[in-house]
């Protein structure tokens, strides 16, 4: 409960989030890390603030590019027995010590579900939040899959097995988009927002924790 607490009080003014998640391996020389910061940096372009898992790999290259196009970053960190540090491209973050706890911050403030490469936790989280999405636990919620020869085979899989089997239905895929262009990623989030959730353009202000006030 204390961590529920500390979470909200420290996210609570972060303004309108879109979090990005994928492996925390990759390097800044890979590919899908600049993959990541060009999401990062189309978003915080878009008006957005850009939330990651706080830590390295994709969750720093999200942060940065946000960093870099002038928007605000964020980042929920967790403690792992490798001791998983933020990155240094984070204007705001907090620890967690517990995955579901920081599972629900990172979807609480968001208006949309970004997902580059990853593993396990990736994935977890991917279905995590399709699984509610599908209950009706959370409406309306994009989930955007980036860098289509990673992704693809996975949904080819959900078609040929669990949608075959009628364990899923046709509407639960098709509220995934799968795409490479991190343009098309910052345009689709930013049409959801202002179309489902009603949310509009003003003069860029950026809360007086991004420039440095307490």
């Known amino acids: 409960m204390l961590e529920f607490?500390?979470?909200?009080?420290?996210?609570?003014f972060v303004g309108p989030c879109v979090t990005v998640f994928g492996s925390a391996r990759f390097k800044a020389d890979h590919p899908y890390y600049e993959v990541g910061r060009q999401v990062g940096r189309e978003l915080a372009r878009a008006g957005f603030t850009v939330m990651t898992g706080g830590g390295p790999g994709i969750m720093e290259a999200a942060n940065r590019g946000a960093r870099e196009a002038g928007g605000c970053s964020?980042?929920?960190?967790?403690?792992l027995p490798k001791?998983?540090?933020p990155n240094p491209y984070l204007d705001r973050w907090i620890t967690f010590r517990h995955f579901f706890v920081r599972k629900v911050m990172l979807v609480k403030y968001s208006y949309a579900f970004i997902a580059l490469p990853g593993g396990f936790g990736t994935?977890?989280?991917?279905?995590?939040?399709?699984?509610l999405v599908q209950t009706g636990k959370i409406k309306e919620f994009p989930i955007v899959l980036v860098v289509r020869e990673f992704w693809e085979p996975m949904?080819?899989?959900l078609k040929s097995r669990p949608l075959a089997a009628a364990t899923i239905g046709a509407l639960d895929l098709e509220r995934f988009v799968v795409t490479d262009s991190p343009e098309e990623v910052a345009h689709s989030v930013a049409e959801t927002a202002m179309t489902r959730f009603g949310l509009r353009y003003a003069p860029p202000v950026k809360p007086r924790w991004f420039l440095g006030e307490r």
């Open 74 to 79: 964020v980042g929920c960190n967790i403690e």
């Open 5 to 12: 607490i500390r979470g909200f009080r420290a996210l609570h």
């Open 123 to 131: 994935l977890d989280e991917i279905f995590e939040t399709a699984t």
């Open 83 to 85: 001791e998983q540090k």
């Open 155 to 157: 949904i080819d899989f």
